[in-house]
């Protein structure tokens, strides 16, 4: 409910547009399938948003506030990844960081926020095993990386610079959903020039497989392994059976519980890992 009244404030300032939303939005909650994944939810509610305010994408400037940030910062992290002892974990380290940018978690982000965390990256512990999962990537023939967020799309960089080359496909969302990176976030991060970049066709803040396009379908399905970032895409695809590593930083209670790390934890998981641990528990 506050994610959508924040996205309806981005999309305009009339009061009684934004009442009738929210009264449709509380009668939607009221049918809500417990069932679903919470971005099966949130892509309806952007769905009906763009439908009552003709706006197609009300996170625009804050996406593109979040990019300019990104890549003034680059340079920088680039030159600590660069002199670390283990400079792919370091690079895994600010891809994760970047997950800090995120408006459906919280849209009054401010820029400030992100440099803290980002100013703290080196030093706070990841939680994960960095050497599985470098060793996973060079023994894949194919690779497909999952984007979350704009701006954090550009810390993702980072890390892809360290994947095989020709060997990796970056999907991008298919449509504008709160701040999710885009095709145009892909070209703002300097992306589309060091790798291959798709869309996966849909509209939802996650990876929702049977709302994706043919050609991601089969990407994803041919993949050695999948490099998921952000708790979007890990509610939508931890129950699969592909060998993915979720990225993340954990922002609620619930996937806390889920994953068994506290919040605000920076975490690299690799679901079979996850699944041989419950079912020896």
């Known amino acids: 409910m506050r994610q959508a009244l924040e996205a309806m404030r981005f999309s305009t300032d009339d009061v009684s547009l934004q009442q009738r939303f929210m009264r449709e939005i509380f009668l939607c909650a009221a049918d809500l399938d417990f069932a679903q994944p919470p971005p099966s939810f949130a892509q309806k509610i952007h769905r009906r948003l763009r439908e009552i305010t003709d706006v197609k994408d009300p996170y625009l400037k804050v996406k593109q506030s979040f990019n300019r940030l ?23 380290k600010f891809a994760i960081a970047g997950n800090i940018i995120d408006s459906g978690a919280k849209a009054a982000l401010s820029e400030s926020e992100v440099l803290e965390t980002l100013n703290k990256t080196v030093a706070m ?31 993702d960089r980072l890390l892809i610079n360290f994947l095989p080359k ?3 496909v970056l999907a991008v969302k298919g449509c504008p959903v709160i701040n999710d990176a885009l095709i145009a976030d892909a070209e703002a991060a300097g992306l589309t020039k060091l790798i291959k970049v798709i869309e996966n066709g849909s509209d939802a803040p996650g990876t929702i497989l049977e709302d994706c396009s043919a050609e991601f379908i089969e990407i994803f399905k041919n993949a050695d392994i999948i490099i998921s970032k952000g708790q979007g895409n890990y509610e939508t695809l931890s129950g699969r059976t592909e060998n993915i590593f979720f990225l993340l930083k954990v922002k609620c209670p619930p996937i806390a519980a889920d994953i068994g790390f506290p919040p605000g934890s920076h975490v690299l998981l690799e679901n079979l890992r996850k699944k041989s641990q419950k079912i020896s528990n």
């Open 70 to 92: 990104a890549l003034k910062m680059l340079p920088q992290i680039e030159h600590t990844i660069g002199e670390a002892d283990d400079p792919f974990a370091m690079a895994v």
């Open 125 to 155: 512990p990841l939680l994960g095993d960095t050497d599985s999962f470098k060793k996973a990537v060079n023994n894949a023939t194919d690779i497909l990386y999952l984007t979350d967020n704009a701006g954090e799309i550009v810390f």
């Open 166 to 168: 020709g060997r990796t």
